[in-house]
Every structure is written in structure tokens, then in C-alpha cells.
T-cell receptor, first 113, second 112 residues
Framework: DQQVKQNSPSLSVQEGRISILNCDYT??????FLWYKKYPAEGPTFLIS?????DKNEDGRFTVFLNKSAKHLSLHIVPSQPGDSAVYFC????????????FGRGTSLIVHP | KAGVTQTPRYLIKTRGQQVTLSCSPI?????VSWYQQTPGQGLQFLFE???????NKGNFPGRFSGRQFSNSRSEMNVSTLELGDSALYLC???????????FGPGTRLLVL
């Protein structure tokens, strides 16, 4: 049973437009959420995180939104750049639990020039 | 600081063999976790070590084992390899269990 779901395996966006990557979770104990970006032949790199006490966190072109009631989070990239083309993983952890993050299956983002 | 390093980067083995993968965490990081990534799957958690003790274990068979040394370096071992063990094995380190994990480049294992 997947506790963290990224229902879109891939997303294609034009350069300069907004990319929106979505993530749903089922475990109500999750209170810390992260996004990682992964290029081929490299390990995932941490991108941005959000705690459940917030509903938005912004870092440059990247913004993560959290909707706790819907158990949904999204990553917005504005404006999208070709260098953003990568696989994006959503992850969630529970500070009161094992704290080991549970990862989604990833969304492959392609930004076309 | 140097990042997380993993050796070897690529490995080809045959069914029934065993393999040992190595991970050197970022200096000062005491928590080391291992993940398996297969095509179409997310990162599946294998186990986590802290100060030479396994604190958490994922849902993998006993053929998968690991250990951590006093310098925080970690190894994972897979015995009696199966075709389905072909995957990218990622190691991640963090200062403590509550800190963000930083990943190495992974070891790509191919079992023939």
C-alpha cells in the first residue's frame, strides 16, 4: 500500500511556464514533507521541504504548498527552465514515528526550450 | 565538505552470487540509510544505521544486510542474488535522524 503517491509519472512543460507536480499521502502521522530532484546517473538532491505547521514554503523559483485536510502537496516551479528537467520525488516522514522518509515513485519533468 | 560517496558505481553479478556495496557519509554525519530504486518504483527503504546500530529496517528479505563502522562508513551486503535485485542502490547520510538526508550517486547493480 503506497502511502505517498505521485500519480503523474511524467509532465511536459514549455520553458518559462509553470510546472506543477503533485503528491498525495495517506498516513495522517506524516508531518514533514520533502521534494528531491534526481538527474540520471546521480543521486537525489534535496530541493525544498515543508513542515505541517505551514501551508507554503518558498525558495526562489520553487514553492511547495501543503493542504493537510486533503493530504495533498504540490511543488510549483516558476518559471520552468530546461535545466529543471529531472525526476522529482516527493517524500514524507513522521517525527513521532520512525522519521524515515517514505518516497513516492517520482514524476519525470521535461521542460522544452 | 565532500559529499556522500559510494563504491563501486557499477557492478555486474550473476544469480546466486553475493555482493557488498560501500558508502562513505558526509563528514560528521552519523546516520546512514540505504534505499533500493527500481524502474517505475520510488525509493524503497532498506535500513538505517546510527552509531553502528541498525535502528530501522524496511521490508526486505534477510538476504539484504548491512553494517556501520565506527567511522560511520557503511556497507550493505546482498547474498544469493536474484534477477530482481537489479537496481540502483542509494546511500544517504544525515547528521541526526531528524535532519535532511543527502544522497550519494548510487551503485547500479545488474544481476544476470
Amino acid at each position: 500500500d503506497q502511502q505517498v503517491k505521485q500519480n503523474s509519472p511524467s509532465l511536459s512543460v514549455q520553458e518559462g511556464r509553470i510546472s506543477i507536480l503533485n503528491c498525495d499521502y495517506t498516513n495522517s502521522m506524516f508531518d514533514y514533507f520533502l521534494w528531491y530532484k534526481k538527474y540520471p546517473a546521480e543521486g537525489p538532491t534535496f530541493l525544498i521541504s515543508i513542515s505541517s505547521i505551514k501551508d507554503k514554503n518558498e525558495d526562489g523559483r520553487f514553492t511547495v504548498f501543503l493542504n493537510k485536510s486533503a493530504k495533498h502537496l504540490s511543488l510549483h516551479i516558476v518559471p520552468s527552465q530546461p535545466g529543471d528537467s529531472a525526476v522529482y520525488f516527493c517524500a514524507a516522514s513522521a517525527s513521532g514515528g520512525s522519521y524515515i522518509p517514505t518516497f513516492g515513485r517520482g514524476t519525470s519533468l521535461i521542460v522544452h526550450p | 565538505k565532500a559529499g556522500v560517496t559510494q563504491t563501486p558505481r557499477y557492478l555486474i553479478k550473476t544469480r546466486g552470487q553475493q555482493v557488498t556495496l560501500s558508502c562513505s557519509p558526509i563528514s560528521g554525519h552519523r546516520s546512514v540509510s540505504w534505499y533500493q530504486q527500481t524502474p517505475g518504483q520510488g525509493l524503497q527503504f532498506l535500513f538505517e544505521y546510527f552509531s553502528e546500530t541498525q535502528r530501522n529496517k524496511g521490508n526486505f528479505p534477510g538476504r539484504f544486510s548491512g553494517r556501520q563502522f565506527s567511522n560511520s562508513r557503511s556497507e550493505m551486503n546482498v547474498s544469493t542474488l536474484e534477477l530482481g535485485d537489479s537496481a540502483l542502490y542509494l546511500c544517504a547520510s544525515s547528521q541526526t535522524e531528524l535532519e535532511t538526508q543527502y544522497f550519494g550517486p548510487g551503485t547500479r547493480l545488474l544481476v544476470l
